[in-house]
């Protein structure tokens, strides 16, 4: 099962997620629908529509729920997957354009919910994707339905009451045993997910929060903590550049860019500077990965709480086990990470994502340093339980039960900034 997992997660992505899954959902309805569409409808929820709103599309001078659709529209061909962005040729592009599709916000269960209805004057055609980026999860033909299935927060065909139940001991056996496929793989992530972190230094992208903290540090790194920081910001600079519609792909976890490279990009860097083996460092990542990607199944992929403190966990978990630290010493790691940035939250995808996976990841290494002295807070303190499977319930309660508002006012906020640049 964790096999699976990994190999359906850890995929390539052109472009932030939430706009490549607008994308699909209109390259499915257009795959669909005989002719081209007179009428565009749209209906999505309040997180797609804060998550696209402010992040650059590659290649494209519109942003947003919309532009993404048009774009899809044009391409008509899923094939790509989340990568279907990198397939948009200068004539889709114009003919997306023109495109003047009707978009309306629904409340839904599922927080990603996509629903893109295309028709003309003989056919029509409707695709649904739901729970997670790539899940189809409804297809209409002129009113025929071709696929109508239940779908979970979490979609994929795995059970996501599993991904919730793996243990830190379940992640740790399976990633020292793990097989040489997944090794392959979690290799991939790190090259592909560099190769952006070191374009970011290229050019000015967003905040060009990568860029300038490397101005500060050496090129190669002397201690530790030079590690941590070259890290940290080479993360940082891989989302300067990929929120500014860098055309390079990504290695996402849980849907994410952001939070792929938050994972995989400093566990790099430091076991570089560790002299780790390939076979350590992989074992360091798919920890990493696996942590991630729990979090992500108890909070929700698309909620108010920032993915990148969640991946930042992660991250602190598999630098751990890189430094030699035992599964006691991982505990410690998610009880400090959840004392300290609980509440961080997530206003969307776009240029300051760089801002909070940097601050995340300096969070994870003061973690680290403190677990490592045996330091953690207790169950006096706040939200941290009695153990750690008890501070992530509460993180978890905390983001769908405690933060349902906070999402509504932050992008009620989003909104009204919208409205007033209209005017």
Not at 89 to 105: I, T
Not at 257 to 271: D, E, K, R
Not at 317 to 327: N, P
Request: hydrophobic share 40%.
């Amino acid at each position: 099962m964790i096999s699976d997992l990994l190999k359906q997660e850890m995929i390539l992505a052109m472009g932030c997620t939430e706009p490549a899954a607008c994308a699909l959902a209109g390259a499915k309805a257009a795959e669909l629908l005989d002719g081209r569409p007179v009428k565009i409808e749209i209906y999505t929820t309040r997180d797609i529509l804060k998550n696209a709103m402010g992040v650059h599309i590659p290649g494209f001078d519109k942003k947003g729920v919309k532009a993404a659709v048009c774009l899809g529209i044009a391409v008509a061909d899923v094939s790509e997957g989340l990568d279907i962005l990198s397939t948009v040729s200068p004539v889709q592009k114009q003919y997306a354009s023109g495109l003047n599709p009707d978009l309306e916000l629904i409340q839904s269960n599922l927080p990603l919910y996509i629903k893109v209805v295309l028709s003309n004057e003989k056919h029509s055609s409707v695709a649904v994707i739901s729970g997670s980026h790539t899940s189809f999860s409804h297809i209409e033909k002129d009113g025929v339905v071709l696929k109508d299935k239940a779908v979970d927060s979490i979609g994929h065909k795995i059970d996501p009451d599993q991904v919730e139940k793996l243990t830190l001991s379940d992640i740790v056996t399976y990633s020292k045993n793990m097989p040489k496929e997944i090794e392959i793989l979690l290799e991939k992530a790190i090259d592909v997910n560099m190769k952006i972190a070191e374009q970011s230094l290229n050019e000015e992208y967003g905040l060009s929060v990568g860029k300038t903290l490397m101005k500060e540090l050496p090129p190669y790194p002397k201690t530790l903590q030079d590690a941590y920081n070259l890290g940290a910001a080479l993360a940082a600079g891989g989302s300067d550049a990929r929120m500014a519609g860098c055309q390079l792909p990504v290695m996402i976890n849980s849907g994410s860019g952001n939070q792929g490279m938050t994972l995989s990009i400093p566990i790099a860097v430091v076991a570089k500077y560790l002299k780790k083996s390939q076979r350590d460092t992989a074992q360091a990542l798919c920890i990493a990965e696996l942590v991630g990607l729990m979090l992500s199944a108890k909070k929700g992929r698309l909620s108010a709480q920032c993915g990148a403190f969640t991946a930042a966990i992660g991250t602190g978990c598999g630098l751990a086990f890189l430094q030699g630290g035992t599964k006691k010493v991982m505990e410690r790691v998610v009880d400090n990470m959840i004392g300290n940035l609980t509440g961080i939250v997530c206003d969307g995808a776009k240029m300051t994502c760089a801002l909070k996976i940097y601050s995340c990841l300096q969070s994870a290494f003061l973690s680290i340093k403190l677990a490592f002295a045996g330091l953690s807070p207790d169950a006096e303190c706040g939200i941290i339980g009695n153990d750690m499977e008890n501070s992530v319930d509460n993180l978890s309660y905390i983001t769908h039960d405690g933060m349902e508002q906070v999402d509504k006012n932050i992008l009620d906020i989003m909104l009204n900034k919208e409205k007033c640049a209209s005017k």
